[in-house]
T-cell receptor, first 113, second 112 residues
Framework: AAGVIQSPRHLIKEKRETATLKCYPI?????VYWYQQGPGQDPQFLIS???????DKGSIPDRFSAQQFSDYHSELNMSSLELGDSALYFC????????????FGSGTRLTVV | GNSVTQMEGPVTLSEEAFLTINCTYTATGYPSLFWYVQYPGEGLQLLLKATKADDKGSNKGFEATYRKETTSFHLEKGSVQVSDSAVYFC???????????FGSGTRLLVRP
């Protein structure tokens, strides 16, 4: 079965650079969620989209922005990167707004040097 | 708001030992409850879930029962294997349904 696809799997950036993470949800899933997981930490909710509109916002820094496109894929844009942004970034998708069918991608590991 | 508390790790067990990882929650109403597992270097996988009180979720020999009286959703397995070594997260929806709130995670290490 198709899963949530995230790209790239690994990304190394320097401080103050920008990064773009991509998420391709399971076909027909219309809701996308982004999470950040620091080393040894639990995943923290960043932002979600339902039908291309932002549906909820968590602890996402102002330096970050995200959007969901007409094909339902989503991109997380991160600017002025800081060392503390080094983390695993997970995307998840579901059909509708309920978390019953929450499927996560394998994540993008971002390292800021 | 909704929150979840799970026992701290690491938990170290010998193969075939009995496993319990405690999870308690605070929530408005009776939300669905989840256990996710994260194997080394991998993403989060849904292990099991329960959508209403007294439901029992089960998968791969793991079980958890949604107990509203004690607001708990403890994860159990009768006989762990080395391959069960991973980090286990208890989770529930936030006050809005658009996000999950995770516990701090419990690392399980199973020794041969």
């Amino acid at each position: 079965a198709a899963g949530v696809i995230q790209s790239p799997r690994h990304l190394i950036k320097e401080k103050r650079e920008t990064a773009t993470l991509k998420c391709y949800p399971i076909p027909r899933h219309d809701t996308v969620y982004w999470y950040q997981q620091g080393p040894g930490q639990d995943p923290q909710f960043l932002i979600s989209f339902y039908e291309k509109m932002q549906s909820d916002k968590g602890s996402i820094p102002d330096r970050f922005s995200a959007q969901q496109f007409s094909d339902y894929h989503s991109e997380l844009n991160m600017s002025s990167l800081e060392l503390g942004d080094s983390a695993l970034y997970f995307c998840a998708s579901s059909l509708g707004v309920s978390p019953y069918g929450y499927t996560f991608g394998s994540g993008t590991r971002l390292t800021v040097v | 708001g909704n929150s979840v508390t799970q026992m701290e790790g690491p938990v170290t067990l010998s193969e075939e030992a009995f496993l319990t990882i405690n999870c308690t929650y605070t929530a408005t109403g009776y939300p669905s409850l989840f256990w996710y597992v994260q194997y080394p270097g991998e993403g989060l996988q849904l292990l099991l879930k329960a959508t209403k009180a007294d439901d029992k979720g089960s998968n791969k020999g793991f079980e958890a029962t949604y107990r509203k009286e004690t607001t708990s959703f403890h994860l159990e397995k009768g006989s762990v294997q080395v391959s069960d070594s991973a980090v286990y997260f208890c989770a529930l929806p936030g006050d809005s349904s658009y996000k999950l709130i995770f516990g701090s995670g419990t690392r399980l290490l199973v020794r041969p």
